[in-house]
């Protein structure tokens, strides 16, 4: 049984890798990555994604699973990490699940009733092929996307999907913890799935906020989605009213980009 667990471990460890690589960590030059492992036996990925503003950081196992609420799965039973895991990620496993979490090894642990890794089966696909043809779908697909939030603090739901130029699309939607300094918006959540899975011509975002048809992105997205996608269409549902429609750099004049922060050579 221990010889299957290590063979098992050095596969999510080699399906791990492209990943690490993919982490935007400019400021740190610390690319981490998770993978999620579910109940049957998929697994999904999160890479850790820096901002100029130093604390709007999406780290790596919050990134894989907003990734996987967005796509309608909560059934997370472990993680393998790139690097050791940190408690501060332990705690916010705990604490968005509520359940318990239990190290096995420095870099990967168990959570609630699991007793071991999985064999892993298929890779959870968190995009698919644009399947919009007018505003009104891509707003019928955020609120969709809405639906998926995780919302235990505010009850306040929101939802989104990014479309890019090369024909995929994939939702984000916001994910809360008892700890708000962990809590990732749906704009986030989207760009952080973006960004581990390798897309990065970003053309339109649609913006659903079921409860609230003014709401608008907060500062902290606003930041981060301007460092990443500032040219990106933004459209928000506005219910019975005709969508408002804004180009990203627009949201957020005299931004801080951060330039001079980078190591040489680091660009998105």
């Not at 007793?115 to 707003?139: A, H, M, S, W």
């Not at 709401?215 to 549902?237: H, K, N, S």
Request: net charge negative; with cysteine.
């Amino acid at each position: 049984m221990k010889s299957d667990q290590a063979a098992i471990m050095a596969s999510l460890r080699r399906h791990l890798a492209p990943f690490v690589e993919r982490a935007y960590a400019p400021y740190s030059q610390k690319k981490q990555a998770v993978i999620l492992q579910l109940s049957d036996g998929s697994w999904v990925a999160g890479s850790r994604v820096e901002n100029a503003s130093y604390s709007l950081v999406i780290p790596a196992a919050i990134n894989a699973f907003s990734t996987a609420v967005a796509m309608g799965r909560k059934d997370v039973v472990a993680m393998v990490a790139s690097d050791p895991i940190e408690r501060e990620d332990m705690l916010y496993l705990e604490r968005a699940m509520g359940v318990s979490v239990s190290l096995i090894c420095e870099d990967v642990l168990l959570l609630g009733t699991a007793r071991q890794l999985l064999k892993p089966t298929e890779p959870l696909i968190p995009y698919y092929p644009v399947n919009i043809q007018r505003r009104e779908d891509g707003l019928r697909s955020a609120g969709f996307a809405a639906q998926q939030a995780l919302i235990p603090e505010s009850y306040f739901p929101v939802g989104c999907v990014v479309l890019s130029k090369d024909g995929y699309m994939w939702p984000g939607c916001n994910v809360e913890s008892s700890d708000w300094q962990r809590v990732i918006c749906a704009e986030r959540n989207a760009l952080g799935t973006a960004i581990t899975y390798g897309f990065k011509n970003w053309s339109v975002m649609y913006l659903s906020c079921p409860k609230d048809p003014s709401g608008t992105p907060c500062g902290a997205c606003r930041q981060v989605m301007i460092e990443f996608a500032p040219d990106m269409e933004l459209v928000m549902d506005r219910g019975l009213e005709t969508p408002f429609v804004i180009k990203v750099r627009d949201l957020l004049p005299f931004s801080f980009t951060g330039d001079t922060l980078k190591s040489e050579g680091t660009s998105f």
